[in-house]
């Protein structure tokens, strides 16, 4: 099993751990994973707040509610591994969950990370082909699924869902067009800079000092997320921390100056 260090203080990075991860086994059926329930507490309420969903009328709402079903996930547990064949889209009611990539070496890369009111798994439910990732509940995690035949009569039903996902579609792709032109034409300083703002901004909290960012990264995942080694990441962390800029503590980090950071991100 691969070896990953834990964000540390100091500058310094802690003894190596070796992190509990479930089992490598396929995901049963999604009738017999997890826990699954009718959703009935003010579902309509509910679909408003989720963003890809917010512009739809209360009709589409009504019959996207009939068809959502509620799971839960516990610490760790995957939801769905690379290749599975797809079957639903979910989205997360409550918890986080990390997107990675696995190596046959048993290393991944963290591709994203979702957070209550995101939507994972849409486009294996929209073309029916097999995952093109891993997903796995950082916390316990809630989503409510919808299985592909329903999102998919939904859609035809109803254009304004249909714009929604494709929207939805888009913009992750517009993402990823723009972590790859970062990639080519940005220093690490800059690449670095902007992901730690993206993640103050998604899963941080205000703080006395600053902003903290409570999420079990490791220095290999942030450096797999910037296409990087872990020791390029662990010498640039080491030097915002020397500056001030970032205090680094085992399973968080605080943006003690996200003010300078945005300046270095070049926003």
């Known amino acids: 099993m691969a070896r990953v260090m834990c964000l540390g203080v100091a500058g310094r990075w802690p ?8 089992e490598r086994t396929r995901s049963p059926p999604l009738a017999t994973t997890g826990s699954v329930a009718t959703v009935s507490n003010d579902p309509n309420t509910m679909l408003r707040g989720v963003p890809f969903l917010s512009s739809v009328d209360e009709a589409t709402l ?41 190596s046959e070496e048993g290393e991944e890369t963290v591709l994203a990370l979702f957070r209550s009111g995101d939507v994972f798994g849409d486009m294996g439910a929209l073309d029916g082909g097999p995952r093109s990732a891993t997903i796995t509940a950082v916390e316990p995690t809630e989503t409510l699924v ?9 859609a035809r039903d109803f254009p304004d869902l ?16 723009g972590l790859l032109e970062d990639a080519y034409f940005l220093d690490l300083d800059t690449r670095l800079a902007r992901r730690l703002i993206e993640l103050s901004e998604t899963h941080g ?21 910037l296409g990087v080694t872990r020791v390029s990441i662990n010498r640039q962390l080491a030097v915002y921390q020397d500056a001030g800029l970032v205090r680094l503590n085992r399973g968080s980090f605080t943006l003690l100056r996200p003010d300078v950071l945005r300046r270095r991100a070049g926003w």
């Open 205 to 225: 909290r205000a703080v006395p000092d600053g902003i903290e960012v409570d999420f079990p990264l490791t220095q290999s995942d942030i450096a797999g997320m």
């Open 62 to 102: 009504t019959r996207l509610a009939q068809h959502l079903r509620r799971r839960t996930f516990r610490r760790n547990e995957v939801i769905f591994h690379r290749g599975d064949p797809a079957g639903a889209l979910h989205i997360i009611r409550s918890g986080r969950v990390k997107v990675t990539l696995p």
């Open 15 to 22: 003894q190596a751990v070796t992190p509990a991860t479930p």
């Open 162 to 177: 249909a714009l929604a996902l494709l929207e939805t579609v888009i913009a992750r792709l517009r993402r990823t067009d």
């Open 146 to 154: 919808l299985l592909r035949e329903d999102l998919l009569s939904c």
